[in-house]
Every structure is written in C-alpha cells, then in structure tokens.
C-alpha cells in the first residue's frame, strides 16, 4: 500500500469488538491488518466499509493460536505495510462450564486463542517495532480477569494472564518506546453475550451501575485513546471499560 503514515494490526476483526475497534481506527487514519480466522464475508465486508468510508485496509486469515499462522499474518503486514505501528490482540473464544463439569479440550482452546495468541502475536510486533523504536500494542482482557466469573474458570484464567502478560511486556518494553497497555471490557452487547437468557441478562443489567450493558463503540474508544499519541506517557495499564461494574 502507498501513503501509508499509521498501521494498525487488529486480531479477531471480523465481528463484534474487533469489527468496531477496526473501523474506529480506520476513522482515526490507520491503514488497518484485519485478522480472522474463519469469518472471511465478515471480514471482506468490514473491508469495504472502511474503503468505501476512504479508508485503507486488507484482510489477513490466520489461527493466531498457531506460532505458523502468525509468522504469516506478520509477513504479510510487512510487506503491505513495511512496519506496524499498533497491535490490537481482540481474538478470543469461550468455552463456559462449571469447573467440574469442563473438559480438558475447552480449558486448552481458551488458553490457547485468549492468551497464547497475545504472546505470539505480541512477540512478533515486538520485533517490528523495536527497530523504529515506537509502537503501541493493545491487549484486550476482561473484567472477569480482574473478578473472576461462575462457569468461565477458563476464560477469567486467560484474560488474568493477559493482564499479567501486558505488565511485563510494558516494562520490558518502555526502553524501545514501546507502550503495552490492556482494555478490560466488563459486559458489552456481542454475538458473545446475545445468547445470555433473559433473567441473567436483566442480573447482570442490574449489577452495572451505570444501569445498561457496554456497546462495542465503547471499547473501540479506549483503544483508540491508548493508540494514539494522547497516551503517549501511558504502559502497563489496565482501562476497566465496564458501567462502574468493578470499582
């Protein structure tokens, strides 16, 4: 791609969370990498809305949980975009059952695209983007990370060692310039939580302060702050995005 000046890599960008996070960047003027692994019409289709809005963008399949896959995906960053300016890991599966009741299997998915993916992918930026000595990488984690959750021992195990994982890599990477920051989205309106009944949804609704469930837009937001040069001062933070849900 020609006259590029901001890059962008978003994991998981097909739908949902990464779908918002890719157009809010785009908006902002970031060429944008959009990650999927099975979603291809999902992904093409945030494609053209962002070229049809005057934006640049591409696709890029790829199982981030996979060390091959993300050679690739990066591979092919650098050649449509020559560097990377920002990281956004937003892949992300559940696999919700009560701890006695869960297999082995859903323990081992979870870990592997929640919080392997952000080691391999953050890892590989990282390479990138200590030669320009500047880059910002966006690890999205959850709340149930910070509170822990009934029947996501798995998933709340995941998104804890991402914010782990965020802390460390900030300090080993401050040095370079490069800031490593994470968004802990409490309950936001997705696929992922469309399927919730009725009852536990109006629970959950109640148990935010701010009285309503989160909209993708809202984290799209915060990455977008953290992306830009407004965080300039800003690693190693955790910005709990969640209606006062965890105070």
């Not at 030669?131 to 990370?145: T, Y």
Request: charged content about 25%; aromatic content about 4%; some cysteine.
């Amino acid at each position: 791609m020609e006259n590029i000046e901001k890059t962008a890599l978003v994991t998981g960008a097909s739908r949902g969370i990464g779908r918002a996070i890719a157009l809010a960047l785009a908006s902002k003027g970031f060429a944008v990498a959009l990650n999927y692994a099975g979603s291809h019409d999902a992904a093409e289709a945030v494609k053209k809305e962002i070229e049809d809005a005057g934006g640049k963008a591409f696709t890029v399949q790829g199982d981030v949980s996979k060390s091959e896959d993300v050679d690739r995906i990066f591979k092919t960053v650098k050649d449509e975009f020559g560097g990377l300016d920002v990281l956004v890991n937003n892949a992300g599966i559940n696999r919700d059952a009560l701890l006695i009741r869960m297999k082995e299997s859903n323990w081992d998915d979870v870990i592997a695209t929640d919080l392997k993916s952000d080691f391999l992918t953050t890892k590989a930026a990282a390479a990138m983007m200590m030669r320009k000595r500047k880059g910002s990488i966006i690890n999205i984690s959850s709340v149930v990370g910070i509170m822990g959750n009934i029947g996501q021992v798995n998933y709340a195990a995941a998104k804890a060692g991402v914010i782990g994982l965020t802390k460390a890599c900030a300090k080993e990477m401050a040095a370079r310039n490069i800031r490593v920051n994470a968004v802990a989205p409490g309950f936001i309106e997705t696929a992922m939580t469309d399927g919730i009944p009725e009852k536990i949804r109006e629970g959950m609704i109640a148990s935010i302060p701010m009285g309503r469930m989160g909209q993708p837009e809202d984290i799209a937001r915060a990455v977008c702050f953290l992306a830009s040069d407004d965080a300039s001062y800003i690693t190693g933070q955790v910005l709990v995005v969640d209606g006062g849900l965890v105070m």
